[in-house]
């Protein structure tokens, strides 16, 4: 995952350096300056995420497309992590099926491309689709999905997301009864 606290002094201190304001996305993308046009862009859909309601995360995600370079609309790895992001925004939202078709999207573009994922937004996609999949009832498809989720937590050795798998694990056996 990013640190939304990072990325903001980061993007403020960068900001204040160059003399212009943080929220001007179009200036980077004519400057071509694409490692803070990231940075931007995670911080504004963290910040959405995380502050404000779960519907304008996925509405900052979709539109966020609209201000950023072409080199990262064609980056494979950014767009992943937009993806996913815009999929956790509506499973908080409850909205589960525009959820699941961007999950299983992200599912799928992790299989195809060869580029190197962060394991920690790697975990929260298989937490996700766990819960998803808590959330429709579907006992094996959840314990799958919790058991990668968990083997990867145990691989990266992160005692944090370890906790979070068990916390999911306990979720599925709490609703079976």
Same mark, same amino acid.
């Given at each position: ?24 996305? !179009?200036?980077? &993308? ?13 911080? !504004? @859909?963290?910040?959405?995420?995380? #502050? %404000?309601?779960? @519907?304008?995360? $996925?509405?900052?995600?979709?539109? @966020?497309? &609209? ?8 980056? &494979? ?5 937009? =993806? ?43 937490? =996700?689709?766990?819960?998803? #999949?808590? &959330? %429709? ?15 990867? $937590?145990?691989?990266?050795? $992160? ?9 999911? !694990?306990?979720?599925? #056996?709490? #609703?079976?009864?």
């Amino acid at each position: 995952m990013y640190d939304a606290v990072s990325i903001a002094r980061f993007v403020i201190n960068y900001s204040n350096k160059q003399e212009y304001g943080i929220s001007n996305l !179009k200036l980077q &993308k004519i400057m071509g300056n694409t490692k803070l046009q990231k940075k931007i862009v995670l911080y !504004k @859909i963290y910040t959405a995420l995380h #502050y %404000y309601s779960p @519907i304008l995360a $996925a509405e900052v995600c979709t539109n @966020i497309t &609209k201000d950023i370079s072409e080199a990262l609309l064609n980056d &494979k790895k950014f767009m992943f992590d937009i =993806r996913e992001l815009k999929a956790h925004s509506y499973l908080n939202a409850g909205r589960l099926k525009n959820s699941e078709r961007y999950l299983n999207e992200c599912l799928t573009m992790s299989l195809i491309h060869s580029f190197d994922i962060d394991k920690k937004i790697l975990f929260d996609m298989y937490d =996700r689709l766990s819960g998803l #999949y808590i &959330k %429709y009832n579907h006992l094996s498809l959840a314990e799958n999905y919790n058991i990668l989720g968990d083997s990867l $937590a145990k691989e990266i050795n $992160a005692k944090d997301i370890s906790a979070l798998s068990a916390i999911t !694990k306990a979720k599925i #056996y709490l #609703y079976l009864q």
